[in-house]
């Protein structure tokens, strides 16, 4: 299967690009054009770290980071941008993908090549995200055919090591690809995705911690299409076949078509995911109803994290009201898990939205949003399948949980004067959020909490000097369970520039307090220094220190002091 694919996928990437290699008309003047034109950027950034706490923190007392993007262009025509990102930082780590990345993204025309430790993205149900290293490429040519595919190791092997406790690895590689064909008024989609783990260092400790070498082949289809003037329809459907453990000589009992393809055994398992979503558009108002429901176990191996056993419903609104100043927008949906019935509980959210942003006028900016999300769980009584296993189990009052959580926001930006010599500008954020669990229609003291946050600002900018102050004082009170906790305090932060501009020095200072209950529990001051300088224009030199000092009820003061040094040149 293998073989085939990798076939299949290397014909469709070479007929995109073979199609456009000659250009017999402007061959003369790329000829003529200047060979080879360099451009780019380069980040080095020292960091060091030390007091009398740095040896509890878990921090390096040095590191370093090395950044990088290189862009070559061959007679204008062929881009090879190049990028890379090192450092020392978890140097005693190890990880089944490396934090050192070098990748090289060479372009011409429409063909885009992906070298090195890369990431792409097909779906969300096939390859989403994953960074690999290894090679890929994206053909988008004016026609209406768009292709995609990739190729390269998705995961290192890790060895397990009891000294550190870590998480051991399969070494794992993966291929696929994407074909789109787009028109005016419809696009259809589908993209595959294959991934293996090597079995070749054996890992005796690995099946003692239940991981096993796996496979999965997921197939994602798409359709969009547009079937009135303003209305909009969307489709996907996706199937993986995942295998969990591939040294498994069982035969297999699914007769799935993705099942033959990667010639599974009895772990094999087919899993649906489906997806729709409908828009509707008229004069200044929006409507839509979307449906998504992923079946109980749906993995690809082409995502780090991944959602199943849901059924969601939506439901979205937008009017544009007051001559298009303020809008009103409005998200309804609800979803469900145990959709088959096999977990102990039930649980299903309630979720709605609603979204205000008003603009009277050019100097007064408004929004207001709250959204309340309410998850239900239904809990079965394991005495219903002892005592009574044929019959359907009622579910006790006493078992029915309901979690019940509000959000509020309100954000106002006022320029309370603007002039040629300076301008002042005030903000102000209030959040509100509450959290609550209920049982048997009662929230009982204990089972709840609530945050509030309070964020205000005021800052003048004098245009002709270009010296920033900013004044602003934030507050945060929560209660949570039987406590009441506060913290707050003030932030002052100057900011300039010097020297024809070239010169940037920032200075800011903020204290804040923490009570529990009435009682302080500490409190910190930052100071914080921070300069850049533009050199010869290519140049920039930055420089930076923050102090801390900590005061912590029964365990004392604290005091810490982080450098950074950092050198920037641009070509």
């Known amino acids: 299967m293998k073989n085939k694919l990798l076939v299949l996928i290397t014909c469709i990437i070479a007929a995109p690009v073979t199609a456009q290699q000659i250009d017999v008309a402007g061959l003369g003047s790329t000829l003529r054009a200047k060979p080879v034109k360099v451009n780019g950027g380069i980040n080095a950034t020292m960091m060091a770290y030390g007091g009398n706490e740095a040896a509890g923190t878990g921090r390096d007392p040095f590191s370093w980071f090395l950044q990088g993007n290189l862009n070559m262009s061959l007679f204008g025509k062929i881009n090879l941008p190049f990028s890379f990102n090192l450092t020392n930082s978890g140097k005693g780590y190890t990880y089944p993908v490396a934090p050192n990345r070098l990748s090289l993204h060479p372009m011409y025309k429409s063909v885009t090549g992906h070298i090195g430790?890369?990431?792409?993205?097909?779906?969300?149900?096939?390859?989403?995200?994953?960074?690999?290293?290894?090679?890929?490429?994206?053909?988008?040519?004016?026609?209406?055919?768009?292709?995609?595919?990739?190729?390269?190791?998705?995961?290192?092997?890790?060895?397990?090591?009891?000294?550190?406790?870590?998480?051991?690895?399969f070494e794992r590689w993966g291929y696929g690809g994407k074909i789109n064909y787009q028109q005016k008024l419809y696009r259809l989609g589908v993209s595959a995705f294959y991934a293996k783990d090597k079995t070749g260092v054996p890992q005796p400790i690995l099946d003692s911690l239940l991981i096993y070498p796996q496979q999965n082949l997921s197939v994602n289809y798409e359709l969009y299409f547009k079937p009135a003037k303003g209305m909009d329809v969307s489709v996907e459907y996706a199937t993986s076949a995942l295998t969990n453990d591939i040294r498994d000589s069982i035969a297999q009992k699914n007769r799935h078509y993705l099942s033959s393809l990667i010639q599974g055994n009895s772990s094999t398992a087919i899993y649906h995911a489906y997806k729709a979503q409908l828009n509707y558009t008229f004069n200044t108002s929006t409507i839509g109803v979307g449906y998504e429901r992923v079946d109980p176990g749906y993995k690809t191996l082409g995502a780090y994290y991944f959602n199943n056993d849901l059924e969601n419903i939506t439901i979205n609104l937008a009017q544009a009201i007051f001559h298009k100043k303020a809008t009103i927008a409005a998200n309804v949906g609800v979803q469900k898990?145990?959709?088959?019935?096999?977990?102990?509980?039930?649980?299903?959210?309630?979720?709605?939205?609603?979204?205000?942003?008003?603009?009277?006028?050019?100097?007064?900016?408004?929004?207001?949003?709250?959204?309340?999300?309410?998850?239900?769980?239904?809990?079965?009584?394991?005495?219903?399948?002892?005592?009574?296993?044929?019959?359907?189990?009622?579910?006790?009052?006493?078992?029915?949980?309901?979690?019940?959580?509000?959000?509020?926001?309100?954000?106002?930006?006022?320029?309370?004067?603007?002039?040629?010599?300076?301008?002042?500008?005030?903000?102000?954020?209030?959040?509100?959020?509450?959290?609550?669990?209920?049982?048997?229609?009662?929230?009982?003291?204990?089972?709840?909490?609530?945050?509030?946050?309070?964020?205000?600002?005021?800052?003048?900018?004098?245009?002709?000097?270009?010296?920033?102050?900013?004044?602003?004082?934030?507050?945060?009170?929560?209660?949570?369970?039987?406590?009441?906790?506060?913290?707050?305090?003030?932030?002052?932060?100057?900011?300039?520039?010097?020297?024809?501009?070239?010169?940037?020095?920032?200075?800011?200072?903020?204290?804040?307090?923490?009570?529990?209950?009435?009682?302080?529990?500490?409190?910190?001051?930052?100071?914080?220094?921070?300069?850049?300088?533009?050199?010869?224009?290519?140049?920039?030199?930055?420089?930076?220190?923050?102090?801390?000092?900590?005061?912590?009820?029964?365990?004392?003061s604290f005091s810490n002091v982080t450098g950074t040094l950092g050198y920037n040149y641009s070509f």
Request: charged share 10%; aromatic share 12%.
């Open 117 to 169: 430790d890369v990431s792409m993205s097909f779906s969300p149900y096939t390859l989403n995200g994953l960074q690999f290293r290894g090679v890929g490429v994206d053909v988008a040519p004016t026609g209406p055919w768009k292709v995609s595919a990739m190729y390269g190791r998705l995961q290192k092997a890790v060895l397990y090591d009891s000294a550190t406790n870590n998480t051991p690895y």
């Open 337 to 556: 898990d145990n959709l088959n019935g096999f977990k102990a509980a039930t649980t299903r959210r309630w979720v709605s939205a609603f979204t205000l942003s008003y603009n009277p006028t050019a100097n007064v900016q408004t929004s207001a949003s709250y959204s309340s999300f309410q998850t239900h769980m239904n809990m079965q009584s394991q005495f219903e399948y002892i005592n009574n296993p044929a019959s359907p189990y009622q579910n006790l009052d006493t078992l029915n949980y309901v979690q019940l959580s509000q959000n509020a926001n309100v954000n106002v930006n006022i320029i309370t004067r603007r002039t040629q010599q300076q301008q002042q500008m005030l903000n102000v954020n209030l959040s509100f959020q509450d959290a609550s669990d209920e049982q048997g229609g009662i929230v009982r003291t204990g089972n709840s909490s609530q945050f509030y946050n309070l964020a205000t600002s005021y800052g003048f900018t004098f245009i002709k000097t270009g010296t920033n102050l900013t004044l602003a004082y934030n507050l945060s009170y929560n209660t949570i369970a039987f406590n009441d906790m506060l913290t707050q305090g003030p932030t002052l932060g100057v900011n300039n520039r010097w020297l024809q501009k070239k010169l940037t020095t920032t200075l800011s200072a903020s204290y804040n307090s923490s009570s529990t209950n009435g009682q302080q529990q500490s409190s910190v001051f930052n100071t914080r220094v921070n300069a850049a300088y533009k050199l010869f224009k290519k140049h920039a030199l930055q420089a930076g220190v923050i102090n801390q000092y900590r005061t912590i009820l029964n365990r004392g």
